[in-house]
């Protein structure tokens, strides 16, 4: 079995080679593209994230066993897109009359999951970070990507990561701490 | 708790989808990569690409006619209750029951049959023993591939399926394994297992050549032990395991005897299991 280096490389000439790096790699790109956009858009986002990196494939940074950071630099740049495209139709509805169907994140977030005291105040606060700090805390928080692979997915520089990573933090406790969001949360696992 | 840890608690309720969740990505993704050039247009299975070059290996069962000598005809074992073994304790099997198998040596002339479920498709090939001939690939619902052969004289270089002198050592297979790939090998689970995977799926290898290789993956002690796993036609085997990215690939042996029944990588139903192998006198020829 080739790693994902070789498989990318393999790809040049044998396109179909890189239904590989969807197999090994979709599972997870979707649970991520689903926490952060909701299911209803997963599939197409996925099918996109890997339409693009074909598309980019000749400008793989090779030297990583792994490709999945790269998928996932890829897939944040089409969260950001969506939302920026949802944003879009917000102000067009608005400007036209009926609000638009399709919920805001938070909203989303909201209507998927099993209602608790502190997932309003989180996905409220996640809301309300700037995009590139809350795709940081995010690839670190859910994705267990390290730092650098951080890096290599967003392509910015590993201080970038370190700084961005602690003001999402202390802009996410600060949001919490008027709620006592995390000793409730605390309190509900425990009692459970 | 702190703020990365409840965001980790919220993120772990959203599993892994299930397979059928991915398949209209999946389609689609497959749709655009067939109409790039270079592509095998219109193959059935997505996956054929596993044995675009031949296949996989293990002895088996008796050589018939001196047409169509069958090297394996894997069929599935009944469950057995054995006590849970050490990766290290299955390849040792595998490395001895591979010894019990008949010694079958291609002629170079010969053609390497091989049948294989990969994907929901059965797929058989015939490639050339030495290189020098051209093969084919065939697949249940897709287009017959000719995979080309380097005859003497033509300014090429034979890829050859079989290799007949492998060398036994651990450094030695090591350095064959490398050449195989055209890459170094890292040290490391990853590195060995996907080594081992390569020269199992795309080169032909003897009763001999397998004991060692076997031998030489357990000696390695970089495998997890996995104690029950169906392959891709639902038989049940043991395996040994690595993982990279949390995705863990498996190689599968039968239940009771220990031969190689295929390849399993991560999600559910993929891979590619192993039906028959044989060595052939002509392209098309089928074992008895």
């Given at each position: 079995?080739?790693?994902?280096?070789?498989?990318?490389a393999?790809?040049?000439?044998?396109?179909e080679?890189?239904?590989?790096?969807?197999d090994?790699?979709?599972?997870?790109?979707?649970r991520?593209?689903?926490?952060?956009?909701?299911?209803?858009?997963?599939?197409?986002?996925?099918a996109?994230?890997?339409?693009?990196?074909?598309?980019?494939?000749?400008?793989?940074?090779?030297?990583?066993?792994?490709?999945?950071?790269?998928?996932?630099?890829?897939?944040?740049?089409?969260?950001?897109?969506?939302?920026?495209?949802?944003a879009?139709?917000?102000?067009?509805?608005?400007?036209?009359?009926?609000?638009?169907?399709?919920?805001?994140?938070?909203?989303?977030?909201?209507?998927?999951?099993?209602?608790?005291?502190?997932?309003?105040?989180?996905?409220?606060?996640?809301?309300?970070?700037?995009?590139?700090?809350?795709?940081?805390?995010?690839?670190?928080?859910?994705?267990?990507?390290?730092?650098?692979e951080?890096?290599?997915?967003?392509?910015?520089?590993?201080?970038?990561?370190?700084?961005r990573?602690?003001?999402?933090?202390?802009?996410?406790?600060?949001?919490?701490?008027?709620?006592?969001?995390?000793?409730?949360?605390?309190?509900?696992?425990?009692?459970? | 708790?702190?703020?990365?840890?409840?965001?980790?608690?919220?993120?772990?309720?959203?599993?892994?989808?299930?397979?059928?969740?991915?398949?209209?990505?999946?389609?689609?993704?497959?749709?655009?990569?067939?109409?790039e050039?270079?592509?095998?247009?219109?193959?059935?299975?997505?996956?054929?690409?596993?044995?675009?070059?031949?296949?996989?290996?293990?002895?088996?069962?008796?050589?018939?006619?001196?047409?169509?000598?069958?090297?394996?005809?894997?069929?599935?074992?009944?469950?057995?209750?054995?006590?849970?073994?050490?990766a290290?304790?299955?390849?040792?099997?595998?490395?001895?029951?591979?010894l019990?198998?008949?010694?079958?040596?291609?002629?170079?002339?010969?053609?390497?049959?091989?049948?294989?479920?990969?994907?929901?498709?059965?797929?058989?090939?015939?490639?050339?023993?030495?290189?020098?001939?051209n093969?084919?690939?065939?697949?249940?619902?897709?287009?017959?591939?000719?995979?080309?052969?380097?005859?003497?004289?033509?300014?090429?270089?034979?890829?050859?399926?079989?290799?007949?002198?492998?060398?036994?050592?651990?450094?030695?297979?090591?350095?064959?394994?490398?050449q195989?790939?055209?890459?170094?090998?890292?040290?490391?689970?990853?590195?060995?297992g996907?080594?081992?995977?390569?020269?199992?799926?795309?080169v032909?290898?003897?009763?001999?050549?397998?004991?060692?290789?076997?031998?030489?993956?357990?000696?390695?002690?970089?495998?997890?032990?996995?104690?029950?796993?169906?392959?891709?036609?639902?038989?049940?085997?043991?395996?040994?395991?690595?993982?990279?990215?949390?995705?863990?690939?498996?190689?599968?042996?039968?239940?009771?005897?220990?031969?190689?029944?295929?390849?399993s990588?991560?999600?559910?139903?993929?891979?590619?299991?192993?039906?028959?192998?044989?060595?052939?006198?002509?392209?098309?020829?089928?074992?008895?």
């Open positions: 079995m080739l790693d994902d280096d070789a498989v990318i393999q790809s040049w000439q044998q396109p080679r890189f239904a590989v790096l969807f090994r790699h979709a599972a997870y790109i979707h991520y593209i689903t926490r952060r956009a909701g299911p209803q858009a997963a599939e197409d986002l996925v996109e994230t890997f339409l693009t990196a074909f598309r980019k494939r000749r400008r793989y940074q090779h030297g990583y066993a792994s490709a999945r950071p790269w998928l996932y630099g890829i897939a944040t740049h089409l969260v950001g897109q969506h939302y920026r495209d949802q879009r139709q917000h102000r067009l509805y608005q400007a036209a009359g009926p609000a638009p169907v399709s919920p805001d994140f938070s909203e989303r977030a909201d209507a998927r999951v099993t209602a608790t005291a502190i997932r309003p105040v989180l996905t409220e606060a996640l809301a309300g970070l700037p995009p590139g700090d809350r795709d940081v805390l995010l690839l670190i928080a859910w994705e267990e990507l390290s730092y650098e951080v890096a290599r997915a967003l392509g910015i520089p590993l201080g970038t990561v370190r700084s990573l602690y003001r999402a933090r202390v802009r996410l406790r600060k949001a919490l701490a008027p709620t006592g969001a995390a000793a409730t949360y605390k309190e509900i696992v425990t009692n459970e | 708790m702190n703020e990365l840890e409840l965001l980790r608690d919220f993120g772990a309720q959203t599993p892994l989808p299930e397979p059928a969740e991915l398949a209209g990505a999946r389609d689609r993704v497959l749709a655009a990569l067939t109409q050039p270079g592509s095998t247009q219109g193959r059935g299975s997505a996956r054929t690409w596993r044995f675009v070059r031949g296949g996989v290996t293990v002895a088996a069962a008796a050589a018939i006619a001196a047409a169509a000598l069958v090297v394996t005809h894997v069929t599935a074992s009944p469950p057995v209750l054995t006590a849970r073994l050490t290290e304790q299955i390849l040792d099997r595998a490395a001895a029951a591979a019990e198998q008949p010694t079958v040596i291609p002629r170079p002339d010969q053609f390497v049959y091989h049948k294989t479920y990969d994907s929901g498709a059965i797929q058989q090939s015939w490639i050339s023993v030495d290189g020098t001939r093969g084919l690939i065939a697949e249940n619902h897709g287009p017959r591939e000719i995979v080309k052969g380097c005859a003497p004289g033509h300014r090429c270089t034979p890829v050859p399926d079989y290799y007949p002198s492998i060398p036994a050592t651990r450094s030695g297979i090591l350095a064959w394994l490398r195989l790939r055209g890459i170094d090998i890292p040290d490391t689970p990853a590195g060995y996907s080594a081992a995977a390569d020269a199992l799926d795309f032909y290898l003897t009763s001999a050549q397998q004991h060692a290789l076997y031998r030489f993956l357990a000696e390695s002690r970089k495998f997890t032990a996995v104690p029950s796993i169906r392959d891709a036609l639902g038989r049940p085997g043991v395996g040994v395991a690595w993982t990279i990215d949390d995705v863990r690939y498996t190689l599968i042996f039968d239940a009771k005897s220990y031969v190689y029944l295929g390849f990588e991560g999600l559910p139903h993929s891979g590619a299991a192993i039906e028959t192998v044989a060595i052939v006198d002509h392209v098309g020829d089928l074992p008895r």
